[in-house]
Each structure stands twice: as structure tokens, then as C-alpha cells.
């Protein structure tokens, strides 16, 4: 599956942003979904995930409460809202694939990445 990521950009703290990843190739029913960041310097790090119906979701409790991830599995695509951001939040953001069955919402040994998309959060 191919993954095309966008919705990054710069940003004041308090604000919000909408991250986008559109996916092609396999059906995109048949995969979990999921969000990574990586700051400068640091590993990246799990961020969302939702489940192949969008019935179950998880994420990292420094975005618990600010971000919600979700799916549209008819247009092929995942969207990450992210409110209050925080100068902490400036990463590069990626999204995800993985495989899996309906019932199971992974946070790491996704197989299939997008590109980054870049978020900045001025203070």
C-alpha cells in the first residue's frame, strides 16, 4: 500500500492542525492505521492509531484529549486533528499501515510508511 501524508505546516501554540494521508494500491479496509512523529534528534515515537472499521482507537498520552484520528475507508484515507498544539508537538509526522485483523490496534511493527509531513509549532 502507498501512503501520501500532508496537512503539516507552521503553526502558533493553542492552534490546531489537520493531517491527511491518503492511501493506494491494497484495500485499504484490510489495514490499521496509524500516526508516528519524529522530532529532531529523537526516536519516533507512536502517536494514534484506529482500527480497520474506525471502531477502536488508541494514542500516546501527551496528545490524549488534543488529537482524534479517524477514516474514511471510502475514500481510502486517514486524518489526524490535532487541537492545542504545542511547541513539543513540532515533529515530522508519518502515517501508517499495518495488516491486521479487525480486532487488533497495534502501536508499533507498522509495515508501510508515507512520507513525513512536517509540523511546526511556534511558541
Known amino acids: 500500500v502507498q501512503l501520501q501524508a500532508s496537512g503539516g505546516g507552521l503553526v502558533q501554540a493553542g492552534g490546531a492542525l489537520r493531517l491527511s494521508c491518503a492511501a493506494s494500491g491494497r484495500p485499504f479496509k484490510d489495514y490499521s492505521m496509524a500516526w508516528f512523529r519524529q522530532a529532531p534528534g529523537k526516536e519516533r515515537e507512536f502517536v494514534a492509531a484506529?482500527?480497520?472499521?474506525?471502531?477502536?482507537?488508541i494514542y500516546t498520552d501527551s496528545v490524549e484529549g488534543r488529537a482524534t484520528i479517524s477514516r474514511d475507508n471510502a475514500k481510502n484515507t486517514v486524518a489526524l486533528q490535532m487541537n492545542s498544539l504545542k511547541p513539543e508537538d513540532t515533529a515530522a509526522y508519518y502515517c501508517?499501515?499495518?495488516?491486521?485483523?479487525?480486532?487488533?490496534?497495534?502501536?508499533?511493527?507498522?509495515?508501510?510508511w508515507g512520507q513525513g509531513t512536517q509540523v511546526t509549532v511556534s511558541s
Open positions: 501508517a499501515a499495518k495488516r491486521t485483523i479487525v480486532t487488533y490496534l497495534p502501536r508499533d511493527g507498522y509495515d508501510y
Open positions: 484506529i482500527s480497520r472499521t474506525g471502531s477502536n482507537t
